[in-house]
């Protein structure tokens, strides 16, 4: 690129400036950042080569690049033997109109590249981050607009960068809280485990029906609009807190190696309304209010609610059950069946979901449990998984 008058320097500049500082006002990521500086500033100033630097402990790490042949894109010199690290140090701008006539140039380095001329800004006059060379074929000295466009350019990346570095630093932090989430949704899941004779395996397979179900759901027209993708991320989150409730029942009725007698199973019952006032205590310590604790409060209310209106708590009839304790009272019927229990032996695939075929409109939502059948062999499978041990037993409440 031969190099341009000053004047058209200047008449190119200004629209091509706003785009640029534009641009990198809305990068989102270094890699944006340097790709803007790369595609603009060469044209901008009228260089041969651009050159974005990042400042690396005590490196210079030339990581990317625009010019008429290879520069140095990707290698790191000490801070103290390039040039980019004298205006990092110095926090000046450099303008050489002959870099062998300069002692700051380490010659050697620039002996195999057309540079004859270049300037040198820093990123972040006050702190430098960074730095963006420009570098010319012929021995020249560089304009001073020229020079005040790469300032310019130096300072709204060093906007751009902050920015990123923030947006950083609020991801993370949003993907701890996350993780601290999680982490206390299998807290909360595994206290129920150990004081339940149900085997952690029993949380982890309906966790996994819940979320095949609710997927194969998401492709028929009457569950879509209720299940969007993050939906049935989060109904497998929520899934393994639908018994948190039975940490509140007596061990000798969560713990009896048997059936329950009516009295007995009218306290295991209340593990449905146990559970949802566990999780909205939770939410309410937490002093937030997400659709995380909302569902799961949902799941652990309405599991054992039937489409016929004959299930508990609250005897919910058709679609006044939500459809996550719709989904759920599928996984966790389909598990109770197959899985075997001190008081009877774990049924056969084919039979269970026979079993739960003719329960269609009765105990089951008809639309999903039709859904089940079309996927019963994933729900199998899902099952020989997270197989038990053979003497893993206890009561169950469904
Ligand atoms: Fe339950
Ligand atoms: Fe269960």
């Given amino acids: 690129m031969a190099a341009m008058s000053n004047r058209q320097v200047q008449a190119t500049s200004t629209a091509e400036m706003e785009d640029l500082i534009l641009n990198i006002s809305m990068a989102r990521g270094m890699d944006e950042i340097m790709a803007v500086v790369r595609h603009a500033a060469r044209r901008l100033v009228g260089a041969d080569g651009i050159t974005f630097v990042l400042r690396e402990d005590g490196l210079c790490h030339y990581a990317d690049e625009d010019a008429i042949s290879p520069l140095w894109k990707g290698q790191r010199f000490p801070i103290e033997s390039c040039i980019s690290g004298w205006a990092m140090l110095n926090r000046e701008i450099a303008v050489i109109e002959d870099i062998y006539a300069d002692s700051r140039i380490p010659h050697s380095a620039y002996r195999p590249t057309f540079v004859r001329s270049l300037v040198m800004v820093p990123v972040r006059e006050d702190d430098p981050i960074g730095a963006i060379g420009a570098y010319w074929a012929t021995q020249h000295a560089p304009s001073p607009e020229s020079v005040d466009i790469l300032r310019r350019i130096a300072n709204s990346a060093a906007v751009g960068m902050t920015n990123v570095a923030l947006i950083n630093s609020l991801a993370a932090a949003q993907e701890e809280a996350v993780r601290a989430k999680e982490a206390i949704i299998l807290a909360m899941a595994s206290l ?72 007995e199973f009218a306290i295991m019952k209340t593990h449905s309304e146990l559970g949802m006032m566990a999780i909205a205590n939770a939410q309410r310590h937490l002093g937030v209010s997400n659709c995380f604790f909302s569902l799961a409060q949902e799941i652990a209310h309405t599991h054992h609610e039937r489409w016929d209106g004959s299930g508990y708590p609250r005897g919910l009839r058709g679609k006044n059950i939500p459809l996550a304790g719709r989904l759920m009272a599928i996984a966790d019927v389909y598990d109770a069946l197959v899985s075997e229990r001190v008081y009877k032996s774990a049924l056969p695939h084919d039979q269970a979901v026979s079993i739960m075929v003719a329960d269609r409109g009765k105990h089951f939502d008809p639309e999903l449990i039709d859904i089940f059948e079309t996927i019963a062999t994933v729900f199998q499978d899902i099952h020989r998984t997270f197989v038990d041990m053979p003497h893993g037993a206890g009561a169950d409440a469904a």
């Fill in 192 to 263: 129920a485990e150990t004081r339940d004779n149900e085997t952690g395996n029993h949380i982890r397979r309906t966790q996994h029906y819940m979320r095949a179900l609710a997927e194969a759901a998401r492709g028929h027209q009457a569950f879509e609009p209720e299940l969007s993708e993050s939906m049935v991320d989060l109904l497998y989150k929520c899934a393994p807190l639908h018994d948190i409730g039975k940490v509140g029942i007596p061990d000798n009725i969560l713990l009896k190696p048997g059936k329950l007698d009516p009295d």
